[in-house]
């Protein structure tokens, strides 16, 4: 399954005294990513919640290659790094113009209920959507 990119317009209120993308933000359109990533997948986080799993971050990591400034239009591409039957890392790669701005990963796992969940026991349909995920 090919997967379309995300594009994010950088706001004005995301940018800082300097007049660039605070490096916060880069978290945001990170979660931005991966919703639109999931509804891709045909398996968004209203579906995921109202079937009872939550996907909490574990992790995250962003390493800056440029500065964005109002009004760029950062493209996001997802890829999964891996995956396991209870935890995703995604590898996210975003660009303006083409330009590497920043690289950056995000590992979540899988709970249903409040306790750990096989995502591919509990949610296979999820699991082989992630997988086949291009």
Not at 13 to 34: C, F, L, P, Q, W
Not at 89 to 114: I, K, N, P, W
Request: with cysteine.
């Amino acid at each position: 399954m090919t997967l379309q990119p995300y594009h994010h317009e950088v706001r004005y209120y995301e940018t800082d005294k300097m007049g660039v993308t605070h490096h916060s933000n880069y978290i945001r359109i990170m979660e931005e990513a991966r919703l639109d990533w999931m509804d891709q997948l045909g398996y968004g986080f209203e579906r995921m919640e109202a079937e009872g799993i939550v996907s909490p971050v574990t992790s995250v990591t962003c390493n800056y290659k440029k500065t964005t400034t109002f009004k760029d239009v950062i493209e996001v591409t997802l890829k999964v790094k891996q995956l396991s039957e209870i935890r995703l890392t995604l590898a996210y790669t975003m660009r303006v113009r083409g330009q590497l701005v920043c690289t950056a990963e995000s590992t979540h796992c899988f709970f249903d209920g409040g306790r750990p969940a096989v995502i591919a026991e509990r949610f296979p349909e999820l699991y082989r959507a992630m997988m086949e995920a291009e």
